[in-house]
């Protein structure tokens, strides 16, 4: 008769340590994708694609951990929606700021869920070797398909600001491609049971990235070659301290104090002269009256040119535009995506901003003999419109803003930061204005 025997363990078994094992285990990553978003956003960008690198290595522990990764990124770079909502919309207090925060981070996050199916399916090869070079293209690919799903390619391209490529973008080309042999390098480690030296590859990472921490941006432009061009002489932006203008009243007193301030840099020799998002309000014939005498300068002063933010109405709602004003006639330069939600509002059209993610017309127009390009407040925090600027060989990039709201946050420097990474990436001098 063969016998059974039951193993039975002669120690002590510390259950403690069986119940907190699995909260670590899906709080580490968490922790570490908002350590790397938190020391990124907005000071030191360059580290932003740690958290690309970081993904197969946290892919090999758990299959949630590619997700939980890019929450707890996202969670800590996007936190500022908080208090910014909450400025916005008064009668909602923080709670919709934690609403909009926590669910946005939630939906750039989803994406990645797909992260371990997708590095699976294009690893190649039979799952114990002779992969695809060993793992390292189907880390590449994956990583490349869930980004561009979750900050890249609308849907959620018109809401996904911080995208951990803009930190590899601001060093140009050779960044992208840099991240990419990167996370190739990393795939192929982890899949060869390697680890030591993929920590080790992320440790050497962080170490010149954090070395590079006390430079500020520009210096490491010039660091990476290739230093911000400056504007050419005679190009302007204003900035004002306008705040918040409630009332049609209010966008009136606003051009009444700015047209006279404009018509004094024309005087002066200004060439260009850029004004921040919507200061002008909605452009009426009222309000076209009090920016008359500019209009009638350029008139006569043809090589001049004044671009003004204001909201030119449409049959239902409003463009969110810049108005050229040159030869003294008037061109709307439009833009192609507004905030969602507090100017972007289909379910209500009357009021609601344009939305054309997939416009034909490209945000650019040309000026002074040069090809310009311009993004849009709430455009320069994303990818999306920034890309659709690459095939038009811009020659300046104009970056006007009205940041009354976020005001506090650090959303402004963020959306600073971003517009001056693909300033850096066109290698093209970047005009501000902006309105706080």
Not at 196 to 205: D, E, N, P, T, Y
Request: with cysteine; charged share 15%; aromatic share 12%.
């Amino acid at each position: 008769m063969q016998s059974k025997y039951v193993p039975v363990s002669v120690y002590p078994v510390d259950d403690s340590r069986r119940k907190s094992a699995p909260i670590s285990r899906f709080a580490i990553p968490a922790l570490l994708g908002a350590l790397v978003g938190a020391l990124a956003w907005p000071h030191a960008i360059w580290l932003a694609p740690l958290a690309l690198l970081l993904l197969p290595i946290v892919n090999k522990r758990h299959w949630l951990h590619p997700f939980l990764l890019m929450l707890g990124y996202h969670l800590a770079t996007t936190y500022g929606l908080i208090k910014g909502t909450s400025v916005f919309f008064l009668h909602a207090g923080l709670f919709l700021g934690m609403v909009f925060w926590s669910l946005s981070s939630l939906a750039f996050a989803l994406p990645y869920l797909a992260y371990p199916c997708i590095t699976l399916y294009f690893r190649g090869g039979s799952p114990a070797g002779g992969s695809l070079a060993d793992g390292g293209f189907g880390a590449v690919t994956a990583t490349v398909i869930t980004s561009a799903i979750s900050t890249i390619f609308p849907p959620l391209g018109i809401i996904g600001w911080t995208s951990p490529w803009l930190g590899a973008v601001a060093a140009g080309p050779t960044g992208i491609l840099l991240t990419i042999l990167g996370i190739f390098a990393l795939g192929r480690l982890t899949q060869k049971n390697q680890e030591i030296l993929a920590h080790l590859l992320v440790v050497g990472f962080v170490v010149v990235a954090l070395w590079l921490l006390p430079f500020a941006f520009p210096a490491l432009d010039a660091m990476m070659g290739h230093p911000l061009p400056t504007a050419p002489t005679g190009w302007v932006g204003i900035n004002t301290d306008l705040g918040r203008l409630r009332s049609n009243l209010s966008y009136v007193d606003a051009s009444m104090e700015l047209a006279p301030k404009v018509l004094a840099d024309l005087r002066s020799g200004d060439k260009v002269v850029l004004l921040p998002e919507t200061v002008a309000g909605p452009w009426l014939p009222g309000t076209r009256a009090i920016w008359r005498p500019v209009i009638r300068w350029t008139a006569r002063h043809s090589e001049q040119i004044v671009l003004l933010g204001a909201d030119v109405p449409l049959a239902k709602g409003y463009l969110d535009a810049l108005v050229k004003i040159q030869d003294g006639h008037q061109t709307v330069l439009p833009d192609h995506i507004p905030v969602p939600f507090s100017m972007w509002h289909p379910w209500r059209p009357q009021g609601s901003f344009r939305m054309a993610p997939f416009s034909r017309k490209p945000e650019t127009t040309e000026m002074d003999g040069k090809k310009v390009g311009y993004l849009i407040c709430y455009e320069q925090l994303l990818m999306w419109p920034a890309l659709d600027l690459y095939p038009h060989g811009i020659q300046i990039l104009l970056a006007p803003a009205n940041d009354w709201w976020a005001r506090g946050t650090d959303i402004p420097a963020i959306q600073r930061v971003s517009a001056k990474a693909w300033a850096a990436f066109f290698r093209v001098p970047v005009l501000f204005a902006v309105n706080q």
